[in-house]
């Protein structure tokens, strides 16, 4: 797809949903966001319906045969989906599977051109040896949980479909995104800052580089895992003392975590650019100078 076109965004009332939207928008594209409100609020969506531009919000289940038959009707060129592996129990991972199957079926019977889902890092590649960090794609799946499970399950679905349907499909995985609009307890700058034991060290990266990253990936890495991350591993003591807290003392040395964003570099033109302690002080959302207004 050479320019804006229409971008259906699952679970676009959500953290990082928001802000891809209002991203999209001033970028000209016509939006529409699907969205049960579960977890995402129509609050979060006050800029971008500000926003000059084509947004029309669904209130429905992804999951349901409704979905399908929007889907139809808008016909979009590209389907985000952004509410997959937000929670880790058993009934939640379910509702994912059904959601990227939902995801893929739809696309392939309403024309869709592409479709984009994100999925957590840190479960889809399991524990790592330190001298792996920052880990590339190429490393290959090693989860040790029921997410990562899935999350391999979902990027194997999108797979075939891409070969025997010729639908093509990026997969983000995700680092530790921060910024406006995380719900608290989600939020890993708010727990490094209270003293909440991590295991690991973190790789932050801002929900705008997010959002960026995601609107690149609509043309952009078609058949690929990118990572998406800064490839600095950050210590929650370090994390409080950018954000002007007494760190805590923790007895067991952190395991390294961080993903090599080469990838990204070199197939979506992405690089992560807000700086983490802009990001971590600003309470707001930091834009490059050259960033469109919201």
């Known amino acids: 797809m050479s320019g804006p076109g229409r971008a259906m965004i699952v679970g676009g009332a959500g953290f990082i949903g928001s802000h891809l939207a209002e991203r999209l928008l001033g970028e000209g594209w016509a939006v529409d966001v699907v969205d049960d409100l579960s977890t995402g609020s129509l609050a979060h969506l006050a800029v971008a319906r500000a926003t000059a531009g084509s947004l029309t919000i669904h209130h429905l289940d992804a999951t349901g045969p409704q979905f399908g038959q929007l889907v139809e009707r808008r016909r979009p060129d590209v389907i985000v989906n952004l509410a997959a592996f937000t929670g880790s129990d058993t009934e939640s991972l379910q509702h994912s599977f059904t959601l990227v199957t939902s995801t893929i079926e ?170 983490l302690a802009e990001g971590v002080l600003s309470g707001t959302d930091p834009r490059r100078p050259d960033a469109p207004t919201r």
């Open 106 to 275: 739809a696309a392939r019977t309403g024309g869709v051109a592409k479709v984009v889902l994100t999925v957590p890092a840190v479960e889809l590649y399991g524990p790592a040896a330190a001298k792996e960090v920052p880990l590339k794609e190429a490393r290959g799946f090693q989860p040790d949980d029921a997410v990562g499970v899935t999350a391999v399950a979902a990027l194997n679905l999108l797979e075939v479909a891409r070969s025997r349907d010729s639908l093509e499909f990026t997969v983000l995985a995700l680092a530790d995104v921060y910024g406006p609009r995380q719900r608290p307890e989600r939020d890993p700058v708010a727990a490094a800052c209270q003293g909440r034991p991590l295991e690991r060290t973190l790789d932050l990266v801002h929900v705008d580089d997010v959002a960026e990253a995601l609107l690149k990936a609509t043309a952009r890495g078609g058949g690929l895992l990118v990572n998406v991350g800064s490839g600095e591993p950050v210590t929650a003591a370090e994390l409080a003392r950018i954000a002007g807290h007494d760190p805590v003392a923790v007895a067991l040395r952190p395991r390294r975590f961080a993903l090599s964003p080469i990838r990204a570099r070199i197939h979506l033109s992405w690089a992560p650019w807000t700086p």
